[in-house]
């Protein structure tokens, strides 16, 4: 990250401020919004807790004695719900059994008043700062599973770690074995409710019988078999993440349901009377296009607009070329160290694996790297290890076009989808066509000038 972004960064913070005292929060606030951050202000404990319920704070500094409480109630309570948010304690009764719990429990940095405003001034700054830099390792953990570095993935971390933080509803969208469920977990790792339960529910291998009493719990007699009250995912998911995975394949009915929770909060076990309340952070994963299936009438269009809220798109392997072999060396390593061997790859097995299509994308490739891997007889994985489709597999590229279709016109579909294919690279889609890049160039300038706007990934599916 630049020098410039770090800085901005670490201005415009969130600061929850907690003290009793009219005069003192006044000055504190004043030194705070001078540090150009803003200040969310709480006078007791109760306020505090609703402050901290409402939002993720960057710091909190608190007053150790309140009315109806303590600051080491609040840092309790903060350590619940935001575990990685610094807290300050701020008292006029300072003992050393204090600060010695004030530590023990996480409190950053304690403060003795009256507050000296310049000590004040660093310890805030020091605070975000080192938040800042955790925050910023744990994301790159997170994001560093998810493999590759080409503009697509790119964005898609980008993202990812955009969107992680806030609660809101997240539809990962894309073809299958693209890494729609790696992407879920990297959103549930990076967000305030990592600690919770994260709970996953594979809709599409749910019976229709089963999946209200799998997601909604059921009372003991709701139904033959039901022998026992039992919690659904929804319940065990609360205060955390619940993922649906394959939601485009919900029957219509549990649809219904499933809204209902999303809207209300709130919902009934199966056979049950009582309202339950449930708060979770909704992530959704399909690879059928649900607008589609909206249309069709097997998707509701109020529960589709409720889900897609923020939409995650994840690009399929064939247009992102540049991450194929740091997935294949990536997946190589992974598998020599689980089967004990020494294997390395072939310069032609990589442009093999460069050249074809993966229809299955990346758990395709995977599973084509392991096999590879424990095929390979000698040291080399050569192309007689791979998979038949590979084996002397040149991209397909099937004519898609409709009939009349000039040459010209036909070339610079083909031009935009090898560019979009290898993510804007005008220098790889010069070589992949075989053509010098002032001629791309020229070609491109034309087309710009055409009043038709293509939608490069449109383009590519028509014709790959
Ligand atoms: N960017 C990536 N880096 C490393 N491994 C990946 C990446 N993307 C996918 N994988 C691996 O590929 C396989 C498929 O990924 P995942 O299950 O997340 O895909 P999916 O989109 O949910 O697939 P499906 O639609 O079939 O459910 C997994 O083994 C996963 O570990
Ligand atoms: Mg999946």
Request: glycine content about 8%; some cysteine; charged content about 30%.
């Amino acid at each position: 990250m630049k020098d410039k972004d770090q800085l901005a960064m670490l201005r415009e913070r969130y600061i929850l401020l907690v003290d009793d005292h009219d005069a003192t929060r006044e000055t504190l606030t004043e030194v705070i919004r001078e540090l150009g951050h803003h200040v969310v202000e709480a006078a007791n404990f109760e306020e505090a807790v609703a402050r901290i319920e409402e939002r993720a704070h960057d710091l909190v500094l608190t007053d150790l004695k309140l009315p109806d409480g303590s600051g080491m109630d609040v840092m309790k309570r903060l350590k619940k719900l935001h575990p990685e948010t610094p807290v300050v304690m701020i008292t006029g009764h300072a003992t050393i059994e204090n600060a010695i719990d004030a530590t023990r429990l996480g409190a950053y940095e304690y403060l003795t008043k009256p507050v000296d405003l310049k000590r004040l001034r660093i310890v805030i700054s020091n605070a975000l700062y080192l938040s800042n830099l955790e925050r910023q390792v744990r994301q790159t953990g997170a994001l560093d599973a998810l493999v590759g570095h080409s503009p697509k993935i790119r964005q898609v971390k980008d993202l990812i770690k955009q969107v992680a933080g806030a609660d809101v509803t997240i539809l990962v969208v894309g073809e299958s074995g693209t890494g729609k469920e790696m992407a879920a977990n990297a959103i549930q790792a990076l967000s305030s409710r990592k600690d919770g339960p994260f709970v996953k529910v594979n809709v599409a291998v749910l019976s229709r019988e089963l999946i209200e009493s799998e997601l909604f719990g059921h009372e003991k007699g709701a139904f033959s078999g039901a022998v026992r009250q039992r919690k659904g995912r929804f319940e065990l998911a609360d205060g955390g993440t619940l993922f649906l995975d394959e939601i485009g394949e919900m029957p219509l009915d549990s649809q219904v349901k499933l809204l209902r929770v999303l809207q209300e909060h709130e919902f009934e076990r199966v056979g049950g009377a009582e309202t339950l309340p449930v708060n979770i952070r909704l992530i959704c994963a399909t690879n059928l296009d649900l607008k589609e299936r909206v249309d069709e009438g097997k998707f509701r269009e109020d529960l589709y607009f409720r889900i897609n809220v923020v939409r995650l798109k994840m690009p399929p392997l064939r247009e992102r070329v540049g991450d194929i072999a740091l997935l294949a060396e990536h997946f190589r390593q992974k598998y020599c160290a689980r089967y004990n061997l020494d294997r390395q790859f072939d310069p032609e097995t990589l442009a093999v694996f460069e050249r074809y299509s993966w229809p299955g994308n990346v758990r395709e490739l995977e599973n084509a790297v392991e096999g590879a891997v424990v095929r390979s007889t000698g040291r080399m994985i050569d192309a007689a290890c791979l998979p038949e489709e590979l084996g002397d597999a040149p991209r397909r590229i099937e004519s898609g076009v409709e009939p009349g279709v000039q040459l010209a016109e036909i070339e610079r579909r083909y031009i935009l989808s090898e560019l979009s294919r290898l993510g804007g690279n005008k220098s790889a889609v010069a070589k992949s066509l075989g053509i010098g890049l002032k001629t791309l160039y020229r070609k491109l300038e034309t087309y710009s000038e055409s009043p038709i706007t293509p939608d490069p990934d449109a383009e590519y599916s028509r014709l790959a």
